[in-house]
């Protein structure tokens, strides 16, 4: 199944095209429809005039128009719905304004505050969509800002009409320095999926996402740059494994790292490689460190100085630190041809050599960079509030000028390569944001690489399989407090067996 996430400016030339071949006022009274049906689906089969009242905010613009149409149709089915509706200063579109008639022609309430004591059994939130020009303001511009605070008292389900009100749809930040956004339980979107929904603060606004097409056809859709992650994007990868196979079939990762008093980075990254499927895994530390792992003892230690990195797949920076001896096994990986991860502090150290910069671009086989926000803004010599205000774009920046596919880590990963394509990861959840998380990613990345997948789709699957083993970790209760990176691997490698599993049919 393809997910494309489209623009606000593809979204608004979609609608533009489809508009042009429709009655005024369709997309909107579809849009009205479909939202009013999963608002009824919220609120479940409750007998109507008998349940809590529906609590519609409706906003000066389309959105606005949307809520006011999505209360006139629960009206019509029963439900006592009651809008809360702010106009702004400029005059309503036609349709936005024929909404309105209809929804006061009907048995819909209007009121101008919100009560203290309202008991609501959802709330729509139609205040704003892909329209949004500036910040929610309080006072002096309808009083938005404090509408939106005080919704966070409410503990009803709260269904955002096409984007959470305060949120930017292209990228998942709120918009304003000390911004506020709806925090929507569930979104229905209209005419395509955007990338804001998905990334940065976006899944914590959005809630559960539906995408409604508002019966809008393929002929009207863009191409899309963006799209959602799923497992078929890397199911060409997953491979029953044969018989007659050794260990040799399955690949050598050697993870370079561990510098003084960061030795448990590369051994979970190398736990993670081991259970992800590599016939051999190294651990190559810098520091005289442990000889073996006794929870992982089939990992084989080796000192960095000394480990032969031809035909095998490196993953390079996890504890590494900053040493000279760091730069120069970092300098020697990246003039290798041995697919490679860089990850941790080898990004560090990329950000601040030009050099090293050049020989990472430089290089022609697959490599795979994995920046958390702080690193990929060392890499971009930015400060990292900068790359997570636009993940999407800052993730394509870095793959542009590593050449390399990146890997920008956050809630709603970014995969970028370097000519502009982007996939966001949708699995994981707030478990992950633990120590040692990323050094089991980094690893998992790595033995895919090992297992002979292109970068691209490494990098795809790495981040999906990774966040589905947290997601499986917190349906067993084991987190998402107190999940530990260590418990990881092993649940990765559930969810990797699995999806080999399903993909034979
Ligand atoms: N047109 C259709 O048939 C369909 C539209 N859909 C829905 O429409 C919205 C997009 O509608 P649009 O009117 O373009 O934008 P919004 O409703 O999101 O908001 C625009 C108005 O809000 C004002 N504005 C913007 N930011 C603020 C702010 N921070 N505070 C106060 N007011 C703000 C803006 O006024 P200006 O002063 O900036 O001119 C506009 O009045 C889309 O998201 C869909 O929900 C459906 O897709 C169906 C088809
Ligand atoms: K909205």
Same mark, same amino acid.
């Given at each position: 199944m393809d997910n494309p996430l489209y623009t606000v400016a593809q979204i608004r030339a979609i609608e533009q095209s489809a508009y042009a071949t429709l009655p005024p006022g369709t997309l909107m009274q579809r849009a009205g429809r479909a939202a009013a049906r999963f608002a009824m689906e919220l609120l479940g089969e409750r007998t109507p005039g008998n349940s809590r009242p529906v609590l519609v905010l409706a906003g000066p613009g389309n959105n606005g128009g949307d809520a006011l149409e999505v209360a006139a149709n629960l009206a019509d089915a029963g439900i006592d719905a009651t809008v809360l509706h702010l106009p702004g200063r400029q005059d309503a579109s036609e349709e936005t304004a024929t909404a309105h008639e209809r929804a006061r022609d009907g048995t819909v309430g209007f009121i101008d505050m919100l009560p203290p004591d309202g008991d609501w059994g959802l709330v729509v939130d139609g205040l704003f969509g892909i329209g949004l020009a500036r910040p929610l303001e309080g006072? +002096?511009?309808?009083d938005y800002r404090d509408l939106v605070a005080a919704l &966070? =008292?409410?503990r009803c389900p709260i269904l955002a009409l096409d984007v959470p009100s305060g949120l930017d749809a292209d990228t998942g930040a709120v918009v304003g320095p000390d911004g506020i956004a709806v925090r929507a339980t569930h979104t229905i979107t209209f005419l395509g999926d955007k990338p804001g929904l998905h990334t940065a603060a976006g899944r914590d606004h959005a809630g559960q996402v539906r995408v409604e097409?508002? &019966? *809008?056809? %393929? @002929?009207?859709l863009p191409a899309a740059g963006a799209r959602l992650g799923s497992a078929e994007l890397f199911a060409r990868c997953l491979a029953p494994r044969r018989h007659d196979t050794h260990k040799g079939s399955y690949g050598d990762v050697a993870v370079i790292g561990g510098a003084h008093g960061m030795l448990g980075a590369p051994v979970l990254a190398a736990r993670g490689a081991l259970l992800g499927g590599a016939g051999r895994v190294f651990v190559a530390m +810098?520091? =005289?460190? %442990?000889?073996?792992?006794? *929870?992982?003892?089939?990992l084989m230690f080796r000192n960095a100085d000394d480990l032969?990195?031809?035909?095998r797949t490196l993953v390079i920076g996890p504890g590494m630190g900053g040493s000279a001896g760091a730069m120069r096994l970092l300098a020697k990986a990246l003039d290798g041809n041995s697919p490679l991860v860089v990850d941790a502090d080898a990004i560090n150290l990329i950000g601040a050599s030009p050099d090293l910069l050049g020989r990472l671009a430089g290089r022609r086989a697959p490599t795979v960079l994995t920046p958390h926000p702080l690193e990929g803004a060392r890499l971009l010599g930015m400060t990292a509030g900068v790359v997570q205000a636009d993940r999407l774009a800052s993730a394509r920046e870095m793959a542009v000028r590593t050449q390399a596919t990146v890997l920008l880590k956050g809630s709603g990963t970014v995969m970028a390569r370097p000519d502009g394509a982007v996939v966001i990861n949708p699995t994981g959840n707030a478990g992950l944001a633990t120590a040692g998380s990323g050094d089991v990613l980094a690893g998992i990345c790595g033995t895919l690489l090992a297992q002979g997948w292109p970068a691209w789709e490494a990098a795809i699957g790495a981040a999906w399989i990774h966040g589905a083993a947290a997601d499986l970790l917190v349906a067993h209760g084991?987190?998402? *407090?107190?999940?530990? =990176?260590? @418990?990881?691997p092993a649940a990765a490698r559930a969810v990797l067996n699995m999806l080999v599993q399903e993909s034979l049919g």
């Open positions: 006072a +002096l511009e309808g &966070e =008292a409410l097409m508002l &019966e *809008v056809g %393929p @002929e009207h +810098l520091d =005289a460190g %442990p000889g073996y792992d006794s *929870v992982q003892p089939e032969d990195l031809d035909g084991i987190g998402p *407090v107190g999940m530990t =990176a260590g @418990e990881l």
